[in-house]
T-cell receptor, first 113, second 117 residues
């Protein structure tokens, strides 16, 4: 399974755009890239998933280059409430449902006023 | 849907006592997962079920841990006897394998925070 690498922590200020990059050099053809968000004292929550190019929803955008060896989660105009841990997972739907897409350490994003 | 429901939210117990954590997955989901989260080890998968059948329990730390899923709407994680090092937040999650179009999205409960004194 593809191993992911992401920064341990990031700081930002309210109103800024935040980009969190995840490296997954060994991504397989059938793998999707999925991002989760976890607030303190809560379980992780699905944010976005993509396979290639760009995906956007009401919360975030996900940019995936053609080689798919990395991906960037983009959070527009962050607020204090976006302070959380962000996890990048790689795997196909079967891996996800087999619990094989591991969560790793995630990126702790701290948004300051 | 009410989402994944876990109980208790908090449990404080003494070493040696039996602990039972409970989970109700989202109706219709065919996968159920138990995770443990600590500062030192992060989020670890303990065991998962597919259609109520345990598929992979390789993450269960030792024989003191056991999990059951007697039906599609209920699962338990039991620790007997409990030890201080079992102190952690235990999460239950469920998902639906929806074939080619599915995201395999995991839906987590709010967790059960266990403290073993």
């Amino acid at each position: 399974l593809a191993k992911t690498t992401q920064p341990i922590s990031m700081d930002s200020y309210e109103g800024q755009e935040v980009n969190i990059t995840c490296s997954h050099n060994n991504i397989a053809t059938n793998d999707y890239i999925t991002w989760y968000q976890q607030f303190p004292s809560q379980g992780p929550r699905f944010i976005i998933q993509g396979y290639k190019t760009k995906v956007t929803n009401e919360v975030a955008s996900l940019f995936i280059p053609a080689d798919r060896k990395s991906s960037t989660l983009s959070l527009p105009r962050v607020s204090l409430s976006d302070t959380a841990v962000y996890y990048c997972l790689v795997g196909d739907n079967g891996d996800t449902n087999a619990g094989k897409s591991t969560f790793g350490d995630g990126t702790t994003l701290t948004v300051k006023p | 849907d009410a989402g994944v429901i876990q109980s208790p939210r908090h449990e404080v117990t003494e070493m040696g006592q039996e602990v039972t954590l409970r989970c109700k997955p989202i109706s219709g989901h065919d996968y159920l997962f138990w995770y443990r989260q600590t500062m030192m080890r992060g989020l670890e998968l303990l065991i998962y079920f597919n259609n109520n059948v345990p598929i992979d329990d390789s993450g269960m730390p030792e024989d003191r841990f056991s999990a059951k899923m007697p039906n599609a709407s209920f699962s338990t994680l039991k620790i007997q006897p409990s030890e201080p090092r079992d102190s952690a937040v235990y999460f239950c999650a469920s998902s639906l394998l929806s074939g080619l179009a599915g995201t395999g999205e995991l839906f987590f409960g709010e967790g059960s925070r266990l403290t073993v004194l």
